[in-house]
């Protein structure tokens, strides 16, 4: 049984929640202040909307359906914070001649490499880079934190000097080096 599934998700004032069906499923549709998120569901899951809140049920008793009870309820979760208050991430940049800049719907790098590192900004999320910290925020949790973590990957954080790139409050931990004798 799932402690997370068997509880009632509560629709907050302002949010609306639509079900449709699809050839893949059912896809679930939560619009609120901020904006509007769609995600189709498995069958194996039955969603059922009220006025004032969400309950999942599981249609068979197998693993696989007892698995997925939990993870739906909470992206389910998600998206009703989500379209209420956006999600936020932020990374720092250190090291000597590292930069980063927005430009337009990009992301200009100066990572050490012998070129400039671009990336593209996807649709639903909103970036920007003051000087070396980097601000990630958007409506989509999986898509802030999928988008956070290829940046990251980029220029990660390195042992000896603590030179790439950290999420706020990531502790690196530090090496010693070599010794002299």
Not at 25 to 33: D, K
Not at 94 to 123: D, M, Q, T, Y
Request: aromatic share 6%.
């Amino acid at each position: 049984m799932s402690r997370i599934g068997k509880q009632e998700i509560i629709i907050p004032a302002g949010v609306k929640i639509t079900q449709s069906a699809s050839s893949l499923g059912n896809v679930l549709t939560v619009a609120g202040p901020k904006g509007t998120l769609n995600k189709t569901f498995r069958d194996d899951i039955t969603i059922a909307i009220t006025d004032k809140n969400v309950t999942l049920n599981i249609k068979r008793n197998d693993k696989f359906s007892k698995s997925l009870w939990g993870t739906y309820a909470s992206h389910i979760k998600n998206m009703i914070a989500g379209v209420q208050a956006p999600y936020q991430k932020k990374l720092i940049l250190e090291g000597v001649g590292f930069k980063s800049e927005v430009k337009g719907k990009e992301f200009n790098f100066a990572l050490g490499f012998s070129h400039p590192v671009i990336v593209g900004i996807p649709e639903g999320i909103t970036a920007t880079a003051d000087k070396n910290n980097i601000t990630i925020t958007g409506i989509d949790k999986e898509l802030v934190g999928s988008f956070t973590a290829s940046i990251r990957a980029l220029k990660k954080g390195e042992p000896y000097k603590g030179k790439g790139m950290r999420y706020e409050g990531e502790v690196i931990r530090r090496k010693q080096g070599k010794k002299t004798v």
